[in-house]
C-alpha cells in the first residue's frame, strides 16, 4: 500500500495496489500487518456502512474525549470526502483538505483523532465504507456546520447539497472551540 502526502499533519491517504484485468480487480482494502507498519496505532474495533445519493452532505462530525480515527473508502461511486483540523494548538488548525475517493482510485483515507470529517456524493449514488477506533457513542458525538463560512469547504460546484437536519442546524466551529481538547 503506497502512501500519498497530504497538506495537513497526520492524514494518510493510502492507495492499495489493485490487480485489475478484464473481469475487474481485486484488492486487499485492510491488511492488519501492512496497517501495522503505517503510523496508525489504533485498533480498529467497529466497521460502518452508508449509502447516499448524489449531493448528500454527511458532516462535519467528530467525537469529544479520546476521539475516533477513521479508515474511510469509497466502496461504490465517489465521493468528495473532507477533514478539517480541530487541534487548537496545531499551525493548521481550522483547515481543511479534500480527497476524490471512489471506487476507480480505490483510496483509502486515514483520520486520525483531532480532526472532523465529511463528505459529499458527487455520483449518482455511494457507499462509504469506514473502520472505527471507538464504539460509537451518542454522548460524544459532535459537529459543526458544513458550510460554516469561516472554515469556507469548498464544496463540488453545481449540485444541490442535501444534509440531514442534525447536520444542517450544526453549530458554526467558532461556537463550540472551546469544547476542543485534541492535541497536535
Given at each position: 500500500?503506497?502512501?500519498?502526502?497530504?497538506?495537513?499533519?497526520?492524514?494518510?491517504?493510502?492507495?492499495?495496489?489493485?490487480?485489475?484485468?478484464?473481469?475487474?480487480?481485486?484488492?486487499?482494502?485492510f491488511?492488519?500487518?501492512?496497517?501495522?507498519?503505517l503510523?496508525?496505532?489504533?485498533?480498529?474495533?467497529?466497521?460502518?456502512?452508508?449509502r447516499?445519493?448524489?449531493?448528500?452532505?454527511r458532516?462535519?462530525?467528530?467525537?469529544?474525549?479520546?476521539?475516533?480515527?477513521?479508515?474511510?473508502?469509497?466502496?461504490?461511486?465517489?465521493?468528495?470526502?473532507?477533514?478539517?483540523?480541530?487541534?487548537?494548538?496545531?499551525?493548521?488548525?481550522?483547515?481543511?483538505?479534500?480527497?476524490?475517493?471512489?471506487?476507480?482510485?480505490?483510496?483509502?483515507?486515514?483520520?486520525?483523532?483531532?480532526?472532523?470529517h465529511?463528505?459529499?456524493?458527487?455520483?449518482?449514488?455511494?457507499?462509504?465504507?469506514?473502520?472505527?477506533?471507538?464504539?460509537?457513542?451518542?454522548?460524544?458525538?459532535?459537529?459543526?456546520?458544513?458550510?460554516?463560512?469561516?472554515?469556507?469547504?469548498?464544496?463540488?460546484?453545481g449540485?444541490?447539497?442535501?444534509?440531514?437536519?442534525?447536520?444542517?442546524?450544526?453549530?458554526?466551529?467558532?461556537?463550540?472551540?472551546?469544547?476542543?481538547?485534541?492535541?497536535?
Open positions: 500500500m503506497e502512501s500519498i502526502p497530504t497538506r495537513l499533519d497526520g492524514l494518510l491517504l493510502l492507495a492499495p495496489v489493485v490487480h485489475r484485468d478484464g473481469r475487474g480487480f481485486f484488492t486487499e482494502s491488511r492488519n500487518d501492512v496497517v501495522a507498519a503510523p496508525m496505532t489504533q485498533e480498529w474495533v467497529q466497521d460502518n456502512h452508508s447516499s445519493t448524489q449531493g448528500v452532505v458532516g462535519m462530525h467528530f467525537q469529544l474525549g479520546d476521539g475516533q480515527a477513521k479508515l474511510i473508502r469509497c466502496a461504490r461511486g465517489a465521493i468528495f470526502d473532507v477533514v478539517v483540523d480541530l487541534r487548537p494548538d496545531s499551525g493548521t488548525f481550522a483547515e481543511w483538505e479534500a480527497f476524490v475517493l471512489d471506487d476507480e482510485n480505490l483510496h483509502e483515507l486515514y483520520v486520525p483523532v483531532g480532526f472532523a465529511g463528505f459529499c456524493v458527487i455520483s449518482d449514488l455511494a457507499d462509504v465504507v469506514y473502520k472505527c477506533s471507538s464504539y460509537y457513542d451518542p454522548s460524544s458525538e459532535r459537529g459543526f456546520a458544513y458550510n460554516d463560512p469561516e472554515v469556507a469547504i469548498e464544496w463540488p460546484a449540485l444541490a447539497l442535501s444534509a440531514s437536519q442534525r447536520d444542517s442546524g450544526a453549530p458554526l466551529l467558532k461556537d463550540i472551540k472551546s469544547e476542543l481538547a485534541f492535541n497536535y
